[in-house]
């Protein structure tokens, strides 16, 4: 920012100096029509301005271009792992599901313990890449991350505050990638 | 590219158009020194010429800085989902070994159907996007996708062929991010 300013003050000085000369020797102006010395450098100083113009634009162009890209690159990393998560979260809504089922028999155990800990690790790499679960139960109603689907009256709670959450909401870093389903207090 | 050859063919023109002025009027080069026009004329072509430089070498920048960043933004694309899937192979390695667990029950058929399921559907998420397995056994030993913890002696297969695989070995995209581990027939 500082740069172009900077710039854009030399380019009105540049154009200071030449409208002093013009008002300095007014007298001048007649005779340059007439001496080709002077035709020349009035063009010479035009091309050189114009040339200078060009400069000035390009390198603002340049300024912004390399803000943006160094922008877009930022959040393209920030997000990266966005599109994978979004095809994880159904697939632990249904993990989850299934570890709900209640299995009796001692010759299971060791492969319901088995996924368990495959549950657990997973889990553990969707945080790694910044993926929260958003709390629901308790907390105010908030349209941002939260979907009302229901509306009940229950005296244990405060107005406006999640009653129940009906399938897990996430977020991706300060993003919110699936707002929880809730039942929310009147 | 064409851009650049086009400005610097102007550039030549330009120093060209220099050059036979002061080849065509000789005499003019003592005149120059005592007349401070022309001397003016001087000045402003060589701060004309100076600002055109620096014009071509900002162009020429701001272009190689494009190029660079749309390589750089195409490969940190293709690639994004790296880093969450390197976290989910041993995730997957784990759930293919617990699958392998026999279970007997009848009660704990559909807790195992469930798991397969989930099973599924987290190799379908991988392969949307790109994953993919490294063929292995029967194939020829190839040092870029395979690592060989053995060496074996084995009529049924040819030689230098994969035998046996102890891990699975995983692509992303035309990249490996994780070779099999196997065997290899001498």
Redesign the interface.
């Given at each position: 920012m500082d740069e172009n300013k900077q710039r854009s003050e030399e380019m009105e000085d540049q154009e200071n100096v030449e409208q002093e000369e013009v008002i300095d020797h007014p007298e001048q102006e007649v005779v340059e029509e007439t001496?080709p010395?002077?035709n020349?450098?009035e063009q010479?100083?035009q091309?050189?301005d114009e040339?200078?113009q060009?400069?000035l634009r390009?390198?603002a162009?340049?300024d912004n271009?390399?803000r943006r890209?160094q922008k877009?690159?930022e959040n393209?990393?920030k997000y990266?792992?966005q599109?994978?998560?979004e095809?994880?979260l159904?697939?632990v809504d249904?993990?989850e599901?299934?570890l709900q089922?209640d299995?009796?028999?001692d010759?299971?155990k060791?492969?319901?313990e088995?996924?368990n800990?495959?549950y657990r690790?997973?889990k553990d790499?969707?945080n790694?890449?910044g993926v929260e679960e958003i709390p629901a139960v308790g907390e105010e109603f908030d349209p941002n991350m939260h979907q009302a689907v229901m509306q009940v009256d229950d005296e244990n709670y405060g107005s406006n505050v999640v009653v129940e959450e009906l399938q897990k909401g996430y977020k991706l870093k300060d993003r919110v990638i699936r707002p929880s389903m809730v039942k929310v207090n009147q």
């Open positions: 001496n010395a002077s020349e450098v010479l100083r091309e050189k040339t200078y060009r400069l390009l390198q162009d340049y271009f390399r890209s877009e690159r393209d990393l990266k792992s599109d994978l998560v095809e994880l159904p697939i249904n993990f599901r299934a089922t299995v009796q028999d010759s299971a060791s492969f319901v088995g996924m800990m495959v690790q997973l790499a969707l790694k890449q």
